[in-house]
């Protein structure tokens, strides 16, 4: 149900007759869950919508006419309550953490909602029949998908989830109702790789292009498994003979249908696919694609700085060192790109920091799960190491999203004040942001 907050004045709901109290009960004379219920309704033109009057005088159903998209004028109570995640993978990355961080990180949210609105991924294990109703009449899609695999048997020993095996005939009545879906496959060795991943892929296929893809990620393994599930962590050999499995079936489907993460590209050695292969993006928030989107950006605003110069160079009026904080796996393709704009920015003396993850363990080796602990060690030791620098450059994806804090719970002025230094730079636009603070003119 939907608690009215506020009413709108000359609006059709106060023309209703409604207050602030009152409460939506169902729409069409479906149960209202949430806002998106709400949502639906209101781009239609005609609709039921029943009402429990906030005096307890009962309910009473009124019919709405109006044009397609035209606000009734309310606002609700926000509902925080999310569908939670009833497994137990074997994979699972929260249960890899230490203890002691913000409470937020430990919430395992499985909720359809947050799917369609925010793109996170979803396993659909707590989803009912009435669920999955209310997803195809209310359309919502696309949705994100944590398929891992279509093997029923399979699908619950990883999920250890005794429901995960519905997945086979969630996929079937989505593709059958019109709601598109974006799924990704954690990829366990051993377990759904292999032959099976080549089932799960085909099997997806037959939905195409109600399944637009699937994106293929790698364990993350953390130093932090004691009494968990054991995982190996991937080699340069299991890199490379899953990235031929990808090419094998994208030839076969004749689209990039299985979307390999840039870990894979990494330690394979392999050049990474150019930005084309990703199509629009579509898993760009799973990390897929993210550095053919990261050079293709930085390509474009470099060549836009040296065409505006026009003499192939650029000079900085104050030399400077710029230090650009990286994790492992990223550091060598960034450091490329440090090096083609030193030799073209006079004054420039760029290069990349690559930083061991000691918090999670050296087996994490994305930029993204950095901590504020590590970066702080690995800026003290390169300062000691090699003298001062005169600026540094972060990602934002090192922080929580809308607000400047580390994984580790600190923030990014207790960073400055640790290490005795302001001029920390956070990069909230990606290639285009790197190339415009390195070229950044004072």
Known sequence: MLKIT???????????????????????????????????????????????????????????????????????EKNTCLRTCHNRCVFCFVDQMPKGMRESLYVKDDD?????????????????????D???????????????????????????????????????????????????AVIVPNENDGDELIYTARELFKYYPLVRDVACLPTGITKYREGLHPIPDVDKAYSEKLLDTVDMLNKEFGVNFLLPADEYFIKAERPFKDASFYGDFEQIENGIGMTAKFLQEADEAFSTLITQNGQGRYALKTPKRSVIISGVSAAKTLQNLADKCNKAIDGLRAEVLAIENDFFGHTVTCTGLLTGTDILRALQTLRAETGAFDEV??????????????????????????????????????????????????
């Open 6 to 76: 506020k009413v709108k004045r000359n609006s059709i709901a106060k023309e209703l007759g409604l207050e602030v109290g009152d409460e939506i009960i169902a729409f069409d004379g479906y149960p209202c869950e949430d806002e998106l219920d709400y949502l639906y309704y209101v781009e239609t033109d005609s609709f039921t919508m029943t009402v429990r009057d906030k005096r307890g005088a009962g309910e009473a159903t009124v019919e709405v006419e109006k044009e397609e998209g035209e606000d009734l004028g309310l606002e609700f």
């Open 112 to 132: 359809y909602c947050m799917s369609f609105s925010c793109g996170d991924f979803v396993t659909l294990t707590n989803l009912t029949d009435e669920g999955l």
């Open 134 to 184: 209310r997803i195809i009449r209310l359309h919502l899609s696309p949705l994100y998908i944590s398929v891992h695999t279509l093997n029923p048997d399979l699908r619950v020993k990883l999920l250890r989830n005794r429901h995960a095996g519905k997945i086979v005939e969630q996929i079937k009545k989505f593709a059958e109702g019109g709601i598109e879906m974006h799924c990704q």
């Open 393 to 442: 450059l972060l990602a934002s994806n090192t922080m929580k999203e809308f607000e400047e804090v580390f994984l580790c719970g600190m923030t990014l002025d207790e960073l400055k004040e640790k290490l005795g230094f302001e001029n920390i730079k956070v990069n909230y636009d990606g290639g285009y942001g790197l190339i415009e603070i390195l070229a950044e003119n004072k």
